[in-house]
């Protein structure tokens, strides 16, 4: 089956060449490895091209139970009384969903599934843009939905796309949803992706958040042997991107906290500064202890 990014699945793979997904599984690594082909969630496309963006239909079937966990951990960064800026797509409209709780909260969207996952939250008020409505996606889209975004301040964008890498940041296949989305991520001081390990590696047409905008990625844990993704995922982190990781084994219990945050910092540069001034310090004990010695001498003389 070819799947909605172009992708082959492992299965039919399988099945046209008569041998099992465990031999399959294995020569894919080993091409991929020789850059011959780029590997996806379940199956595998050719290399070098940019992925095109799926439609709402195929987007909410694919990988729901990470979405779910994601948008879990997510809303653990919304506090009360907060104004924020929520982007469209199906990962963010799990987390909509979970931000009906929150009092006081101000949300303000281009997606209408976002607003109908709020429509009935009494102690949260939400703010639509202008705009052309896309049906692809049921967000609003060009000059309408942008101009309505100037002047604003939020806390935090909480946003989505087709593809994060280290290297370009968020990227989208749509330059109308791109342009949008820049504009919601002006509006706050801090930017959150939501991005599940099936985007961590892939690039797409039009890049909307670079990487040093971006503030924190919520994501899930990727499988042990998806290389790529846990690569990128240390990419991110060397660049100062803070992440939170999903449902990684582990979680502790309750219901506050969902899922378990793990950071993966960048270089530590004050370890580097705290190790100096250590270093500085045992100098000058022994250059103390030298003048005393020194003096102790002169005295005996």
């Known amino acids: 089956m070819v799947r909605a990014n172009g992708a082959v699945s492992l299965r039919e793979l399988a099945r046209v060449v008569q041998t099992s997904e465990v031999t399959v599984r294995r020569d894919v690594r080993a091409l991929e490895a020789e850059g011959l082909l780029d590997r996806r969630h379940g199956g595998a496309v050719l290399p070098g091209g940019f992925t095109r963006e799926s439609g709402f239909p195929q987007k909410s079937h694919l990988a729901t139970a990470e979405k779910t966990a994601i948008a879990d951990l997510a809303a653990n960064f919304v506090e009360e009384g907060e104004a ?17 709780r929150v009092p006081g909260l101000t949300v303000v969207t281009n997606s209408l599934l976002v607003a109908q996952a709020l429509a009935h939250a009494n102690r949260v008020e939400v703010v639509m843009t202008g705009g052309t409505l896309r049906g692809s996606n049921y967000a609003l889209v060009g000059s309408g939905a942008e101009q309505s975004l100037q002047g604003l301040r939020v806390s935090r964008a909480f946003i989505s796309g087709s593809g994060l890498t280290a290297e370009r940041g968020l990227s989208t296949s749509n330059m109308l949803s791109a342009s949008v989305d820049r504009a919601l991520v002006q509006a706050a001081a801090e930017v959150v992706v939501l991005a599940d390990h099936t985007k961590l590696g892939t690039d797409t047409m039009f890049q909307t958040v670079p990487t040093d905008v971006i503030t924190r990625l919520v994501t899930d844990e990727p499988p042990v042997h998806d290389d790529r993704a846990h690569t990128e995922l240390q990419a991110l982190a060397d660049q100062g991107v803070q992440i939170a990781v999903a449902g990684a084994s582990g979680s502790p219990g309750g219901d506050e906290v969902p899922a378990r945050r793990r950071s993966l910092p960048g270089p530590r540069r004050g370890q580097g500064l705290r190790s100096a001034a250590a270093v500085l310090g045992e100098q000058g004990t022994a250059e103390r202890e030298r003048e005393r010695a020194r003096v102790a001498d002169l005295r005996r003389r």
């Not at 924020?84 to 009906?100: D, N, S």
């Open 84 to 100: 924020i800026v929520v982007g469209a797509g199906t990962t963010t409209q799990e987390l909509a969903r979970r931000l009906a």
